[in-house]
């Protein structure tokens, strides 16, 4: 059984930065892409961030709307996945998602349980 836990989420005002940290446990052999995912009320979920890796080298990209302003990264060894978010707008307010490609006995896309990001203005 794989779990993705979240945490890090929380109220803060315009020009904040919250730093978002995702685990993967269980029975992983390996994890290829992970990746943060954001929805706002009515609206669709939309990727916010992804990276993958080959080898020592990890390749991140970015939806436009936060480019320069959120960071992905992932610790390979913890299997964990962070989001660091600066200058925080409200328009960046939603459930945040970690989401991981991962190996077990078979390839599977889990999802975290979504972590709640509101900011004020």
């Known amino acids: 059984q794989v779990q993705l836990v979240e945490s890090g989420g929380g109220l803060v005002q315009t020009g904040g930065s919250l730093r978002l940290s995702c685990a993967a446990s269980?029975?992983?052999?390996?994890?290829?892409?992970m990746a943060w995912y954001r929805q706002a009320p009515g609206k669709q979920r939309e990727l916010v961030a992804r990276?993958?890796?080959?080898?020592?080298?990890?390749?991140?990209n970015y939806a436009n709307s936060v480019s320069g302003r959120f960071t992905i990264s992932r610790d390979n060894a913890k299997n964990t996945v962070y989001l660091q978010m600066n200058s925080l707008t409200p328009e960046d307010t939603a459930v945040y998602y970690c989401?991981?490609?991962?190996?077990?006995?078979?390839?599977?896309?889990?999802w975290g349980q979504g972590t709640q990001v509101t900011v004020s203005s």
């Open positions: 989401n991981a490609q991962i190996r077990t006995t078979t390839w599977y896309d889990y």
């Open positions: 269980g029975r992983i052999l390996s994890i290829t892409a």
């Open positions: 990276i993958t890796s080959a080898g020592s080298t990890n390749y991140a």
